[in-house]
């Protein structure tokens, strides 16, 4: 059974800072490409950005500049640094893996955490 557990969202003012994790935990044999994707209300689930295990990185652009996704492949952990927020950022953020476990290959996602800009 694996499993992704999401933290760190919450309510920022515009300009803040939020630090979001990610912990993959259970039966793993490896895990390929992680991401962020997000989901505001009444849109679509976008992608925000993604790493692959070898540390190749792509940000939706309306990102760049402000959000650094990073991961530990050691601890099978993923973070998200967003900084200079924008009320527009406000979504659920979810966690996705691609992994192999127990001779398969499957996308898991997390929970999701709320982020909230706002003053």
């Known amino acids: 059974q694996v499993q992704l557990v999401e933290s760190g969202g919450g309510l920022v003012q515009p300009g803040g800072s939020l630090r979001l994790s990610c912990a993959a935990s259970?039966?793993?044999?490896?895990?390929?490409?992680m991401g962020w994707y997000r989901q505001a209300p009444g849109k679509q689930r976008e992608l925000v950005a993604i790493?692959?295990?070898?540390?190749?990185?792509n940000y939706r652009d309306s990102v760049k500049g402000r959000f650094t996704i990073s991961r530990d492949n050691a601890k099978n952990t993923l973070h998200l640094q967003m900084n200079s927020l924008k009320p527009e950022d406000t979504a659920v953020y979810y966690c996705?893996?691609?992994?192999?476990?127990?001779?398969?290959?499957?996308?898991?996602w997390g929970q999701g955490t709320q982020v909230t800009v706002s003053s």
């Open positions: 996705y893996a691609d992994i192999w476990s127990m001779g398969y290959r499957r996308n898991y």
């Open positions: 790493i692959t295990s070898g540390g190749s990185i």
């Open positions: 259970g039966s793993i044999s490896s895990i390929n490409i």
